[in-house]
């Protein structure tokens, strides 16, 4: 079952509408509610979100800017689907930008960082082993923003913030296999250990190859 972000508290003005609104579109796409190809009607999301349909098509414009869906006259809103050659291209630069991300996360942690991604770590553990794919997977990626937030450079997350909205419906894809989902957490596992030793080379190597593992497997899944 797919977690769905529509019932919680609807924000008041109408900038933070149109991202509520955005957000929910949004990880619909990654968890595949929306499959490539698919069409979003504004009339039908405005009345199931019960919002008019300034927020909808403004949360649209926001969705088509991060690369998810296209927009056109003829059609209206269809959302992208990507192959296996951008998928290698997108996880080649998110595996370099995390991996530098992971290193100097690791040069600085300080223990209340630790403390929060301890306390994600096992969460994410918890999820995995009961089969919650879905809450795995926002654990997850709450791991893999906090490393790049917490990383000390700005540059770093802005540029990383705007190539995941089209990587993360890859990664969901790719927790889906099996062989693939015990890999990643011995992944996640060794990243811990060397955090926790404040091993910056062993960190940024271990990201690496994690994201690069990733990648391939979204492009073969596509």
């Not at 999301?45 to 949360?59: D, H, Q």
């Not at 705007?162 to 990587?167: D, G, H, I, P, S």
């Not at 596992?189 to 404040?198: H, I, K, P």
Request: charged share 30%; proline share 3%.
């Amino acid at each position: 079952m797919v977690a769905d972000t529509a019932h919680t508290h609807r924000p008041d003005s109408a900038t933070a509408t149109a991202q509520w609104v955005a957000d929910i579109l949004r990880d619909r796409i990654v968890k595949g509610v929306y499959p490539p190809g698919s069409r979003i009607v504004e009339r039908k999301i405005s009345a199931e979100l019960e919002v008019s349909r300034t927020p909808v098509r403004e949360a649209l414009k926001l969705i088509d800017a991060d690369g998810l869906i296209t927009i056109s006259r003829n059609k209206g809103a269809q959302v992208l689907q990507y192959g296996a050659e951008e998928a290698l291209a997108l996880f080649d630069v998110i595996a370099s930008l995390e991996s530098l991300a992971a290193e100097r996360l690791a040069e600085r942690i300080d223990p209340e960082t630790l403390d929060r991604l301890e306390e994600m770590h096992d969460r994410m553990l918890t999820y995995h082993k009961v089969g919650n794919h879905s809450d795995y997977f926002d654990t997850n990626s709450e791991i893999h923003d906090l490393i790049v937030g917490a990383c000390g450079n700005p540059i770093v997350t802005e540029t990383h913030r705007k190539l995941m909205a089209r990587a993360r419906r890859g990664r969901f894809l790719a927790i889906m296999k099996p062989e693939r989902l015990q890999e990643a957490v011995a992944e996640h596992e060794e990243l811990m250990r060397a955090l926790r030793a404040g091993d910056a080379d062993g960190a940024g190597r271990i990201w690496r190859r994690h994201l690069l593992h990733t990648g391939a497997t979204v492009a073969a899944l596509l």
